[in-house]
């Protein structure tokens, strides 16, 4: 009997280039059973292992690479350190200390290497000993100011490996050294010697050739490249962090005691000031105004308008009262609430979608696990390359300064920086910003499946309606707030969502409801008692009928009405007649109209997919502006519509939020669950939508594909440069620092273009 599997994850330092990625992920791999996945933005690997496998082991593959792993403590572990952690004590890994040391690397650098610069490119500033000056500005920055570039070199090399700093070493270490051999033993080192600059590979003297600008321009491009790159990917990572410091740190529990017989005038409850680490499912807590909802719950007393913005990405704030959900993180904004909580730490709304955002974070795309494969031979590939390209300039005749360039070129534009970022960066941004949208991305291949969908089918209750009954129309022999009062006079005992629905619109008009006696529920057919001593029911017209209640003229005229709208009626009956009639509908989503017309000018044909009678569902299809309509289906007959569609070579998204849709969400190419569905619908979909709106849902499919857009926008930039690149430095068309700016900035690139998905906007 095999092992049970456990998950882990690793923190990596030291990894720069895809090459890396791929090296630590062979490392893994080749343990027994082990399958991992590691992420160059993030600077994690989630790894799956037999239970046979200690986490020392993974530590050790990873080290045998040449990098360093830590074991990540599970997400409630990672919560307490951060809410103890102050802002200046952040471990050596910090990205803010990270930057912070490459700032200063930069910073020095970038003023000893200018002087040096500019003496090689203006042959006119160029004095007696000129060369001698270069050499001792340059030299800190080779050794010092490429310190993190040579140090992972070596520590690679011990393990016979090679990365892009291995490229990059070679480069800025062969033009520094070129340039000390000719000072000391050829000509460069003679008083009076003068040098120019060109863009192109020199024909000159080898022996009085100096590369100290390359050697140290190379390196503070190379810092600049780096610096950009890691505070582009802590902006980036901004979202996932901002979610998961929402939850508060403190929380007010409310303790109830037994009543002292010996001071009746004590309270009988007290609040208490607790770490949020010690509340307990089922602990009532107190909410003021202005608070953070310190976890998931259910409201007690009170009521209040709550921010949930920051969580479900919707705007306005929603009333909440008694019996109402709420979630942790959201922001009460007037009243107080007490909430009795119903699930704490990793199991909160919040936690479970921080948890959501990082695992999406570490996937791949099918084009970026091709690109690692590339990366993973890239190096040693231009490493021979760079030798060829000498040897063939040095056997054309050509000097050997000419040869050298073209070498050092060739090692310095190649380095595959820009592959290794092009996904994890774009996957970091747009679920970061999906996040703040209330839109969770399951991983790239879900932004794969969401580029080509035609089709999408769209579940009625839950989706497309609200899923809660409302009153549509009342028609009434006299006053229509009698008709109300009575009928809600008599449901107010029930919990059926219709008598909800005719209780909330009496609540709303303020029609005052009389006292009922003798009250009576026949289940599935009515309610009848007595009211001001009269008789009076509300329920099914035949139950009227069957009491004894005669349907007059213009009652059956409005319940015809009724039927034509597919509608839900009551009838509300007194001194032997029913006297009115309450028509009661799931309403329509009020965005949900706009939706389907955005989904129709993205390229999808929408399709009503419903369980609901046909005229019901047509209906809700005719007012929201859907033109097919599938009724009375089965789960299995949504699965059959979703295969239907596929084997007419359609691709297919599914938008539901039941129990019934999520066979249906499985099958298709693209599942979205909404948030306020259920867990097994949520657990079947490629997205997920934490308000529950339509338009959110759109704009989840109009975001996947700005996010896949971006991916093959990198992807390509990156290919393209390479292959642009390395053939112009190996014709000699390229001086190495030129050469080095362009390496730079194709990272650069690959970085701020991931960026510009922090500016996605949902459609007005």
């Known amino acids: ?28 791999t080749a343990l027994d059973g082990v399958e991992a996945q590691v992420n160059l933005a993030t600077e994690r690997a989630t790894v799956t292992a037999p239970s046979t496998v200690t986490a020392d082991e993974l530590v050790a593959a990873v080290a045998k690479a ?31 200390a990270t930057v912070t040391t490459l700032r200063t ?9 200018l002087p040096v610069v500019l003496l090689a490119m203006i042959p006119a500033w160029q004095f007696d000993h000129w060369q001698w000056l270069s050499l001792t500005l340059a030299t800190p920055v080779v050794f010092w100011g490429g310190y993190p570039f040579h140090r992972a070199t070596f520590v690679t090399l011990r393990h016979g490996s090679v990365t892009m700093d291995t490229l990059i070493t070679l480069g800025t270490g062969a033009a520094y050294l070129w340039s000390v051999w000719a000072l000391f033993f050829g000509m460069a080192g003679m008083t009076g010697m003068r040098h120019e600059f060109t863009f192109f590979a020199p024909d000159a003297d080898p022996s009085s050739a100096l590369y100290l600008e390359v050697a140290a321009g190379v390196t503070v491009f190379l810092l600049a490249g780096r610096l950009i790159e890691q505070r582009s990917k802590r902006a980036a990572g901004e979202a996932l962090r901002d979610l998961m410091t929402l939850g508060a740190s403190e929380v007010s529990v409310l303790r109830h005691r037994a009543p002292d017989p010996t001071d009746l005038m004590a309270p009988t409850r007290t609040e208490e000031r607790i770490p949020i680490e010690q509340l307990l499912v089922g602990d009532h807590f107190l909410v003021r105004p202005g608070e953070s909802v310190a976890t998931d719950g259910i409201v007690v007393e009170g009521a ?41 730490g990793a199991e909160t709304q919040l936690a479970r979608m921080a948890q959501a955002v990082e695992a999406a974070q570490l996937g791949k795309s ?12 890239f190096v040693p590939v231009v490493l021979v390359i760079a030798l060829g390209t000498a040897i063939v300039w040095a056997f054309t005749g050509s000097t050997m300064e000419a040869a050298f360039t073209a070498a050092v070129a060739v090692l310095i534009i190649a380095c595959p920086c820009a592959l290794g970022l092009a996904t994890p960066v774009a996957l970091l941004v747009g679920t970061g910003r999906g996040a703040q949208l209330g839109i969770l991305i399951a991983g790239p291949e879900a932004l794969e499946r969401a580029s080509g969908i035609d089709r999408i089918l769209l579940d009625k209750t839950g989706t497309v309606t609200s899923g809660r009954m409302s009153v549509r129309e009342v028609w009434a022999a006299g006053a229509t707030d009698e008709v109300l009062a009575l009928g809600a006079a008599l449901e ?70 009724a039927a034509e709208r597919a509608s839900t009626v009551v009838v509300v009956a007194w001194d032997g007649e029913v006297r009115g009639v309450v028509e009661v509908a799931d309403t329509v989503k009020p965005e949900a109209r706009a939706a389907i017309g955005r989904a129709v000018s993205l390229g999808m044909t929408p399709v009503l997919l419903t369980g609901d009678n046909a005229a019901v569902a047509a209906r809700v299809a005719a007012e929201v502006g859907i033109t097919e309509v599938i009724a ?27 129990v019934n849709d999520a066979a249906a969400i499985a099958t298709a190419d693209l599942g979205i669950a909404m948030g306020t569905g259920t867990d097994a619908a949520k657990g079947a979909a490629d997205l997920s939508i934490v308000s529950g709106s339509l338009a959110t849902a759109i704009d989840a499919v109009r975001l996947s594909r700005r996010t896949l857009g971006i991916i093959r926008g990198n992807l390509f930039w990156a290919f393209a440069y390479n292959v642009a690149a390395i053939p112009l430095a190996a014709l000699g068309l390229l001086n190495p620092m030129i050469a080095g700016a362009a390496m730079a900035f194709s990272s650069v690139f690959v970085v701020l273009n991931s960026l510009r998905l922090r500016r996605f906007r949902p459609a007005a």
């Open 632 to 658: 009375d289906a089965s789960p299995s007959d949504k699965v059959a519509a979703v295969e239907r569609l596929q084997s007419a070579g359609h691709r297919v998204a599914m938008i539901g939020d039941g």
């Open 105 to 113: 690397r930069l910073v020095v650098s970038a003023v000893l290497a």
């Open 492 to 561: 107010a005992a029930s919990e059926h969502p219709i008598a909800e629905a005719i209780v909330a619109e009496a609540t709303r008009r303020d029609a005052a409801r009389p006292v009922v006696s003798d009250f009576a529920s026949l289940e599935g057919l009515g309610v009848t008692g007595t009211i001001n001593g009269g008789s009076v029911l509300a329920g099914r017209p035949a139950f009227a009928e069957d009491q004894g209640f005669r349907i007059g003229p213009d009652a059956a005229s409005a319940l015809a009405a």
């Open 366 to 377: 099918r084009v970026q696990r091709l690109a690692d494969r590339v990366s993973s031979v």
């Open 1 to 28: 009997m095999s092992a049970p599997l456990i998950q882990l994850d690793l923190d990596i330092e030291g990894m720069t280039c895809a090459s890396c990625v791929a090296r630590v992920e062979k490392r893994l």
């Open 304 to 344: 209040a308008s709550v921010d949930e913005s920051l969580v479900t990405g919707e705007s306005v704030p929603v009333e909440l009262t008694a019996g109402s959900r709420v979630i942790g993180g959201t922001i009460a904004r007037g009243g107080s609430l007490v909430v009795r909580a119903t699930a704490v």
């Open 66 to 96: 040449g990098y360093t792993a830590t074991v990540r403590p599970p997400a409630d572990e990672r919560d307490a350190a951060n809410r103890e952690q102050t802002p200046t004590s952040g471990p050596p890994s910090d990205p803010s």
